[in-house]
């Protein structure tokens, strides 16, 4: 549970040490405040661990964008070269037909590429349409510019469907860590009541030292108290 006290309460050498430590108003028991104020330490523990790792998650995130960024212009490239089939450095309706009705890659990447006005290259209906919006000064060809105009509104948009993702994660690990606290917190509770065999309200040093041998619930729990979750 993120308290090593707690575990300690499960080795015989430590548990009068850890006694001491637990029981803050020296009064000889741990009450209920003084279990919640430990338990308390051990969730915010917890919670630490757990945005640690979403923290080494979201530069593992970047770094993948980074990657996805230069992946898919690289792949912009080489589909306007692929195309391009004259070298001519733009792209005539001519060769444009040809590559989308016959080269793979290139269909592939218009498909997935996030502009819609390129991937309407791939439907006849609309291909005059989109060649009259891609060719941004009318020259009845799509050159370099105009095509790089084109992938960076892809990638815009494909790079806004990556974090809109990232955000809903991140949603969905917040809530995640709102029902972690809740039955971490009910469970430290029942742990307490199970203790607490003379429902007196404190724990008492046989109470414990009784649910330590013979509980396996208790046992589990503090057993787990130092593990990552």
Same mark, same amino acid.
Not at 60 to 76: D, H, M, P, R, V
Not at 177 to 186: A, C, K, R, W
Not at 193 to 220: R, W
């Given at each position: ?10 080795? @015989? *050498? ?50 993948? #964008?980074?990657? /996805?960024?230069?992946? /898919? ?16 450095? *733009?792209? *005539?309706?001519?060769? #444009? ?22 991937? /309407? ?84 040093? @046989?109470?414990?030292?009784?649910? #330590? ?5 208790? #046992? ?10």
């Amino acid at each position: 549970c993120g308290e090593p006290n707690l575990q300690y309460l499960l080795v @015989p *050498s430590r548990l009068e040490a850890t006694l001491a430590v637990l029981d803050t108003d020296r009064d000889g028991h741990i009450d209920a405040v003084e279990w919640e104020a430990c338990i308390e330490s051990a969730l915010a523990n917890k919670l630490a661990e757990r945005a640690a790792r979403r923290e080494l998650q979201a530069k593992a995130a970047q770094k993948e #964008i980074e990657e /996805f960024t230069a992946e /898919f212009k690289s792949a912009a490239r080489r589909c306007f070269q692929l195309i391009d089939k004259d070298c001519g450095g *733009s792209l *005539s309706k001519t060769e #444009i037909v040809e590559a989308v009705k016959t080269d793979q890659e290139v269909i592939r990447f218009l498909t997935t590429c996030g502009e819609e006005n390129l991937q /309407f290259l791939l439907h006849p209906p609309r291909l005059k349409k989109a060649l009259e919006v891609l060719d941004e000064d009318g020259s009845g060809e799509i050159d370099i510019e105009e095509w790089e105009s084109a992938i960076q509104r892809g990638l815009k948009k494909r790079l806004a469907q990556l974090a809109e993702e990232r955000e809903r994660r991140q949603r969905a690990a917040e809530k995640a860590d709102e029902e972690f606290s809740l039955e971490f917190l009910n469970a430290a509770r029942e742990v307490f009541t199970m203790i607490d065999d003379d429902e007196s309200g404190t724990l008492e040093k @046989p109470e414990i030292v009784e649910a #330590i041998q013979g509980n396996q619930k208790v #046992i589990k729990f503090l057993v787990n108290c130092g593990n990552k979750n």
